[in-house]
């Protein structure tokens, strides 16, 4: 079992930027990849971004690229997703995920693990 806890959502206005926290407990924590996930009221969750066991390879959502920064600290057991320029289109519960799969995993039902989420909020 992996536990992840999501930390730093809350409210932004447009163009301005959040850093969120996800923090594991459990098994050995650079067993898996992380993936972060968002979903907005009445929309599907959608994948965001995605960061390798070693932190050495990192994937992006397009809507999402160039904006979104995924990292990580394995002596930390935590990943990072740092979010500039943030839109009104942003706005979500933002989710962490742990995936044991070694390629690169974008759908939901590829991750084992889940946090509970954080509001992220981006007003116009």
């Known amino acids: 079992q992996v536990q992840l806890v999501e930390s730093g959502g809350g409210l932004v206005q447009a163009g301005g930027s959040l850093r969120l926290s996800c923090a594991a407990s459990g098994r050995t924590f650079s067993d898996y990849a992380i993936g972060w996930f968002r979903q907005a009221p009445g929309k599907e969750r959608e994948f965001v971004a995605r960061?390798?066991?070693?932190?050495?390879?990192?994937y992006y959502a397009d809507s999402v690229a160039g904006r979104f920064t995924i990292s990580r600290d394995n002596a930390k057991n935590t990943v990072y997703l740092q979010m500039n320029s943030l839109k009104p289109e942003d706005t979500a519960v933002y989710y962490c995920?742990?995936?044991?799969?070694?390629?690169?995993?974008?759908?939901?039902?590829?991750?084992?693990?889940w946090g509970q989420g954080t509001q992220v909020t981006v007003s116009s």
């Open positions: 995920a742990a995936s044991a799969l070694t390629r690169t995993a974008v759908a939901p039902g590829e991750y084992l693990y």
């Open positions: 960061i390798s066991r070693g932190g050495g390879n990192a």
